[in-house]
């Protein structure tokens, strides 16, 4: 503890730690994490083809603003407790408090396992992305597969350097993204709106339907609902601004409005981008077809709908802003292992709760980079066919693992009801059916997005394959089995729950904590 700490660093106190990290970071920084993490440019145009191939245009036309309400419920109850709880730990903290170790356990390998998942289809993404413009810059290396993957390793070390250096070099890369997301969708939206070669018409947009679940019951309807992992994965992360509360000024208040604010900006820029897109389609039959759109209709829309100059210079725009995405996604990921490994949650926790002598979690950045490289190994293992399926298996755990990290909090906060100590950011007497919408909301999506997206991918047809199979529950299954019997056989003797660093508030050699939390 500073001599004089300030409002932050007592709060701090109070929740149990010292203030070890540097607290640098402004309001808008923090925003500026959680608006990069989300990166409509990243989720909205790499994930684009799950959409369009599941509900088509509709799903795009009616599912964005669908989702974005849903998870702004999501957000609003996620900010209160951010408010109330300022600490790099986040969702397993707040879990932990409200319910005990054995819920603090659960929600954090959760998160943990979605934060590295998450990296890991971003920096993905972003590889596809960077390839393309490789190779339309003169940098021939192929677009297969194999070329995709050298590109993707490649991003994950340059990320974790980059976030070794420090973390002012953090804020001020985030402050410069949040601008280039803006400006990048404003520049897509114009270029494809006055520049594209043809427009589609406003009734194809909002009326046309693809059906490729072909599951016998629901239809299109069926299909538009699995569709909606365009948007839900797209919007998640913004728990960062929660993981960064430690970082940042203010934080009871800050992290709640990062929160809040990146869902409804990116709710209508991201809206913009994706009607943008959708209007250019030159033709839906062949943005649908490998074939034609090598695996990435966006690109094919880019490259169809534009001349060279353009459509090179907004695939630049978005792998450039892909790259901040995943840069910042690592940052996020390695504060919520450090504070888990700081708990003594983790194995060799020693090691990776260990900050630089530039006060930055190195041993956890390299820990996140490292899994999410091993996470997509099995894309180039599995046949080519299979590839895109272990991408969307990828964001599929990616939005499931995080969401439940997200729903565990917000379930206990409704049981503990009026007896929450809220922070200086509440919902009042709302906070009732904002936890109880945004609970439902997720208890929908987490059923959904483990279902296979045609019915040769059901065990019980006599048609099955293996390549429309839906990978995450067999992820999530293998993953929650193998905490639950970590849990019941050694962890629940010796986690208990987030660890002081600083004395007890009856302490009176630490003034600063003589505050109850």
Not at 177 to 204: E, P, R
Request: charged residues 10%; hydrophobic residues 50%; contains cysteine.
């Amino acid at each position: 503890m500073t001599e004089n700490p300030s409002e932050d660093e007592r709060r701090l106190a109070e929740l149990g730690y010292k203030q070890d990290l540097a607290r640098s970071w402004s309001g808008f920084s923090n925003f500026a994490i959680s608006f990069t993490i989300v990166s409509i440019l990243t989720g909205g145009l790499a994930s684009y083809g799950i959409g369009l191939a599941n509900g088509g245009p509709i799903t795009m036309a009616w599912g964005w603003p669908l989702v974005s309400i849903m998870v702004l419920f999501v957000g609003l109850a996620m900010a209160e407790l951010a408010s109330a709880y300022p600490t790099s730990g986040g969702l397993y903290w707040w879990a932990a408090e409200l319910g005990g170790p054995v819920w603090g356990w659960f929600t954090g390998w959760f998160n943990l396992i979605g934060q590295i998942a998450v990296t890991a289809a971003i920096d993905y993404g972003a590889a596809i992305f960077t390839t393309v413009v490789l190779n339309v810059i003169g940098i021939e290396i192929g677009t297969d597969r194999t070329a995709i993957f050298l590109v993707f390793a490649a991003i994950l070390v340059l990320h974790a350097v980059l976030n070794a250096i420090g973390p002012h070099l953090s804020a001020v890369i985030n402050n410069i993204s949040a601008w280039w997301h803006v400006g990048g969708v404003a520049i897509f939206v114009l270029v494809l709106g006055f520049g594209a070669k043809h427009h589609q018409s406003v009734g194809f947009v909002f009326t046309e339907t693809v059906d490729n679940s072909a599951v016998g019951f629901g239809g299109v309807a069926f299909s538009f609902l699995l569709g909606l992992l365009h948007a839900q994965y797209t919007f998640t992360g913004y728990d960062a601004s929660a993981h960064m509360s430690e970082e940042t000024h203010d934080a009871a208040r800050a992290a709640a409005k990062g929160i809040i604010n990146t869902i409804l900006v990116s709710a209508v820029a991201g809206y913009l981008l994706i009607m943008a897109v959708t209007f250019a389609i030159p033709d839906l039959n062949d943005a649908l077809d490998p074939e034609q759109n090598s695996g990435y209709p966006v690109i094919y829309i880019l490259e169809n709908s534009l001349d060279s100059f353009w459509s090179g210079s907004l695939l630049v725009i978005a792998a450039v802003a892909q790259l901040f995405c995943g840069y910042a996604s690592v940052t996020s990921a390695s504060r919520m292992l450090f504070a888990f490994a700081r708990d003594g949650a983790v194995p060799g926790s020693a090691y990776w709760s260990k900050l630089s002598a530039k006060k930055v979690p190195v041993h956890a950045v390299l820990f996140i980079s490292f899994f999410a490289f091993v996470l997509l190994i099995p894309s180039m293992l599995v046949p080519a066919a299979n590839a895109p399926t272990a991408y969307a298996a990828a964001t599929s755990v990616a939005t499931i693992g995080l969401y439940i990290a997200y729903g565990i909090p917000i379930l206990l906060r409704q049981r503990h009801g009026a007896r929450f100590q809220t922070g200086p950011w509440r919902l009042g007497t709302w906070y009732r059916p904002v936890g109880i919408v945004a609970l439902l909301w997720i208890a929908a999506i987490s059923v959904l997005f483990i279902l296979p997206t045609d019915d040769r991918g059901y065990p019980w047809n006599s048609e099955f394959t293996w390549t429309t199979v839906n990978y995450a529950p067999l992820t999530l299954v293998g993953v929650v089995g193998a905490i639950a019997i970590w849990w019941f056989a050694s962890a629940r003797r010796w986690f208990t729950g987030p660890k002081r660093t600083v004395g007890e508030p009856t302490d009176p050699s630490d003034d600063a904590t003589s505050v109850v939390a």
